[in-house]
């Protein structure tokens, strides 16, 4: 059917409105007798939409209530327009509902199916309205409020980083690339999110569009770009989008340089772990075009590592920010503990301590009390242990089985020891002087250096420095300490006994 999506809407300011009887549910007034036009409600849904999140109907969800008013399915939709299925069916649609749920719904949720009762129900002489036309321009600042590309992580029991946000609002109008990183569990992702809910509803938006994309599948570059280029803007059915990388890069960043974008890569560090060189150098052209071109949007990327082929960018000072995100301070971690209704002080901080403020690990363990020690943190602590939960196990799972070499292998099976035996952070000198002796190894200086840098990028230690002496030390988070000395998959301790072969000093 074709509805004749591009046809613009001529609606008058003061409509007049035959009276027809409704019979059925009344779903928004009982007083609601009358039905309308499409453009008469449009008018109404335009105006609601905007009262109730500050933008206008785009260009594209008009297109789809057109549509969905005369009956037709998503693949009418999008043939008798310039957008595409998957655009107005996966990325537009849900959201649009969403919307009018919570404009005119009154309490029901508002879906495809029965759009039009509720349209038709509608009563336009209760509101002051305004034409709704499909002939105005939809300007990007419509649609600010809009997260497109993926659902944020539920945020709703959001504890702290009151300083965290206040850094990344600074820097997110300074910066082409900010980087947070940090252990799985530590609220990357929730920071992330907790940011664009708070920029989403400043009074002065920064952004037009809010982009979050989870990665940790590893796409090809060609297939991220075109789908990003999708989600700013469509690209008309009568052009082509080009086939090569590099052009595909071109179009994106132009879109970038038109529209105020500020777009989320969740879990980036993926793009860079698998063993293919050539996918590696593509990423790191693509993020080395984002950073170095002009541009007014900005990139958001959340992960556990930084990837070495982002060194050079900040060597040569390109506006690109790496954060390290650490736990919860003690207050915000204690909110946590107390939403689980673990309210001992004493015994909460010593659980904050052990997990470093790790919001996951602390919501683990509150769980695990909860379960089987009736909520006990008093007869917790008679039995106490140290809990992995299964995100961090199944990292070092793999930091073990396959990414740690045998020398950075050696080093944390040391320091667990050491920290065990001693409960002391192990220095830098006698860590050089010892790991030798100990391991039956023979590990010059620079290879350690190396191999601690690698670690601690890799979050697995952590390094203290000594505020007078500035003499630099190395630790271990209790969990990770936990890990090593129990080595529950077999996999830490498989080459203990073969020497690390040195090359020279």
Request: glycine letters at 4%; charged letters at 25%; proline letters at 5%.
């Amino acid at each position: 059917m074709d509805f004749n999506a591009g046809q613009k809407l001529n609606l008058p300011t003061n409509p007049s409105f035959s009276s027809v009887s409704i019979t059925g549910q009344n779903l928004l007034e009982q007083s609601f007798s009358k039905t309308v036009t499409l453009d008469e409600a449009l008018v109404v849904v335009d105006d609601l939409v905007f009262a109730k999140i500050g933008r206008r109907l785009s260009e594209a969800e008009i297109t789809v209530l057109k549509g969905t008013w005369n009956d037709c399915d998503y693949e009418e939709i999008a043939e008798n327009s310039p957008y595409s299925l998957n655009y107005l069916q996966r990325r537009l649609a849900p959201q649009l509902w969403d919307v009018l749920s919570a404009t005119i719904g009154n309490g029901e949720r508002v879906y495809k199916k029965n759009l039009r009762n509720f349209l038709e129900l509608l009563n336009p002489s209760k509101y002051h309205t305004q034409p709704a036309s499909s002939e105005k321009q939809a300007t990007p600042a419509d649609n600010f409020l809009q997260i497109i590309g993926g659902q944020p992580p539920d945020i709703s029991s959001f504890y702290g980083r009151t300083n965290d946000l206040a850094d990344l609002k600074e820097l997110v109008t300074k910066q082409r690339c900010i980087s947070l990183i940090g252990m799985p569990g530590v609220g990357k992702s929730a920071l992330a999110a907790k940011l664009i809910g708070e920029l989403s509803v400043e009074s002065q938006p920064r952004f037009d569009y809010f982009v979050w994309k989870s990665v940790s599948h590893a796409p090809l570059v060609q297939d991220l770009v075109a789908e990003l280029i999708e989600l700013i803007r469509p690209i008309e059915p009568s052009l082509n989008l080009p086939e090569c990388s590099q052009a595909r890069i071109t179009v994106l960043i132009k879109q970038l340089q038109s529209r105020r974008c500020l777009l989320v890569f969740d879990e980036f560090d993926a793009l860079f772990q698998k063993n293919n060189f050539e996918r590696r150098l593509e990423y790191k052209t693509f993020f080395r075009r984002l950073v170095e071109e002009q541009h007014q949007s900005c990139l958001l990327l959340t992960g556990r590592v930084f990837p070495n082929e982002f060194d050079s960018l900040i060597r040569a000072k390109r506006p690109i920010q790496y954060l390290k995100i650490k736990g919860l301070d003690t207050d915000a971690a204690m909110q946590l503990l107390a939403a689980q209704g673990l309210t001992n002080p004493q015994k909460c901080h010593e659980l904050i301590k052990t997990y470093n403020g790790n919001p996951l690990e602390l919501e683990t363990v509150g769980e695990r009390i909860n379960y089987f020690f009736a909520g006990s943190t008093e007869i917790f602590f008679e039995n106490q242990t140290t809990f992995v939960s299964s995100e961090l196990e199944a990292m070092l799972d793999k930091m073990f089985s396959q990414v740690l070499s045998e020398i950075q292998r050696q080093i944390m099976i040391y320091l667990a020891d050491e920290i065990a035996s001693n409960s002391q952070a192990i220095s830098f000198v006698k860590l050089l002087t010892n790991i030798n002796q100990k391991q039956k190894a023979s590990l010059s200086t620079s290879e350690l250096v190396k191999a601690l840098e690698k670690l601690e990028r890799l979050s697995l230690l952590e390094s203290i420095k000594h505020p007078i002496t500035k003499e630099i030390s190395f630790t271990l988070q209790p969990v990770i300490k936990k890990y090593i000395l129990t080595d529950p998959q077999g996999l830490v301790h498989t080459l203990d006994a073969l020497p690390i072969l040195a090359n020279a000093s």
